[in-house]
């Protein structure tokens, strides 16, 4: 393949500004490849999977013991954990607790689909409200590193307080809202994809970028951490129970929207204005990666968008050029920055995660061994 040339999948809409991505002689791309040869082989689309998540129900239940809760379910207000805490509830019959994690970013419609959805179902909520000061100096920090994984901050903190408390609580079963019907085609690490939260990386980037101080209040739990002493030696599992239901992401939306009063969002993620940021503005156009690609393109390969309809919509930006300008403006000011300096960080020099201390390599092994092991079905790389 010429490296030079632009290539656009003759399917899905991944192109070559994933610079790994490989074409067969059709000019069909990988990620469409391992869709068909290894996802669908392993998934129904939900259909028929009554008696797998009835099992799964069961399982969770048995293990209870003398907890109030069957399980843990991340909530952050957006479509695919809304939807998990509603299937959990209403279609497994489980009592799961809500815990939601406050990053500083939550958008009021965030807020609000939390609140419905709690209430709507009747479950308790656990919030856990992450220092604000812990979390700005750590998202400076890796601006100031100059690489594309500017939301790796905020995963790491949702994350790590999640397994932090359900180890602490002894939950043993995590729901989350992963799933292949929205998420088939996973973003490549190039595009700020990085495979895990890597307390090697962190430590580096906060050594070389951070403000010389400690930052101990900023929760961390290594990949490896959670991967295999968590879940591999103390028996904590995490379930994927949208994989075992019919899941379509408009169906989806109105249906909660008619129980609860759920509001939709415009795009994936949008529940989070830091992220929404990121992918909507600093991403695209700092270092010219559009996470949408592979947002439409798992919807393209679940039969939920077309192909044309995908293309409509990437050509042109989620929000208007006033929004995103007012949102740079409102980012700078909550990092206590000056527009001039975060334009500066936008302008700075190019940098990757490879830049950094990680180790990186030790994760990928974990992640090729999930891939033969069938743990993991989605295309790494």
């Keep these: 393949m010429n ?7 003759n399917h899905c809409i991944m192109d070559t500004s994933d610079p790994g991505i490989a074409f067969d002689s059709n000019g069909t791309c990988n990620y469409c490849f391992n869709f068909k040869s290894v996802i669908i082989p392993n998934w129904n689309f939900g259909a028929g999977g009554d008696d797998q998540i009835r099992l799964l129900a069961n399982t969770i239940r048995k293990s209870r013991k003398e907890n109030e809760y069957d399980c843990i379910i991340g909530l952050s207000g957006g479509l695919d954990s809304s939807y998990a805490a509603y299937i959990a509830t209403v279609k497994m019959g489980l009592r799961p607790l809500l815990f939601h994690v406050d990053a500083g970013w939550n958008s009021d419609r965030a807020v609000s689909n939390v609140e419905k959805l709690v209430d709507g179902l009747g479950l308790e909520l656990y919030t856990e409200v ?23 901050v905020q995963d790491a903190a949702f994350f790590s307080s999640l397994y932090k408390f359900a180890r602490k609580h002894n939950v043993k079963h995590i729901i989350t809202g992963s799933n292949f019907s929205t998420e088939c085609c996973r973003e490549p690490e190039e595009w700020g994809g990085y495979l895990g939260i890597d307390k090697v990386l962190f430590g580096d980037i906060w050594k070389r970028c951070g403000d010389g101080k400690p930052n101990n209040e900023f929760p961390l739990i290594d990949i490896l951490v959670y991967k295999f002493w968590y879940q591999k030696i103390l ?19 109105d249906e909660l929207e008619r ?6 969002f415009q795009h994936k993620h949008h529940e989070s204005r830091f ?6 503005y600093w991403l695209p156009r700092r270092f010219g990666y559009d996470k949408r690609r592979a947002h439409f393109s798992s919807l393209i390969m679940t039969g939920q968008i077309s192909r044309d309809q995908a293309l409509e919509r990437i050509a042109h930006p989620e929000m208007d050029e006033h929004f995103l300008n007012l949102e740079f403006e409102y980012v700078a000011h909550k990092l206590d920055l000056t527009v001039n300096e975060l334009r500066e960080l936008f302008e700075m020099p190019k940098k990757t995660y490879r830049d950094y201390k990680n180790k990186r390599y030790l994760i990928g092994l974990g992640a090729m061994m999930m891939r033969k092991l069938g743990l993991e079905k989605r295309y790494f790389r």
């Design 3 to 9: 490296i030079n040339k632009y290539l656009l999948c």
């Design 130 to 152: 992450i220092s604000w000061d812990a979390v700005k100096r750590m998202q400076v920090a890796f601006l100031h590193a100059g690489i594309p994984d500017q939301d790796l």
């Design 235 to 253: 028996g904590m599992k995490v379930h994927h129970p949208l994989n075992l239901v019919p899941y379509v992401k408009k169906d989806a939306e």
């Design 259 to 264: 129980l609860f009063g759920w509001q939709r």
């Design 275 to 280: 992220t929404r940021f990121f992918e909507d």
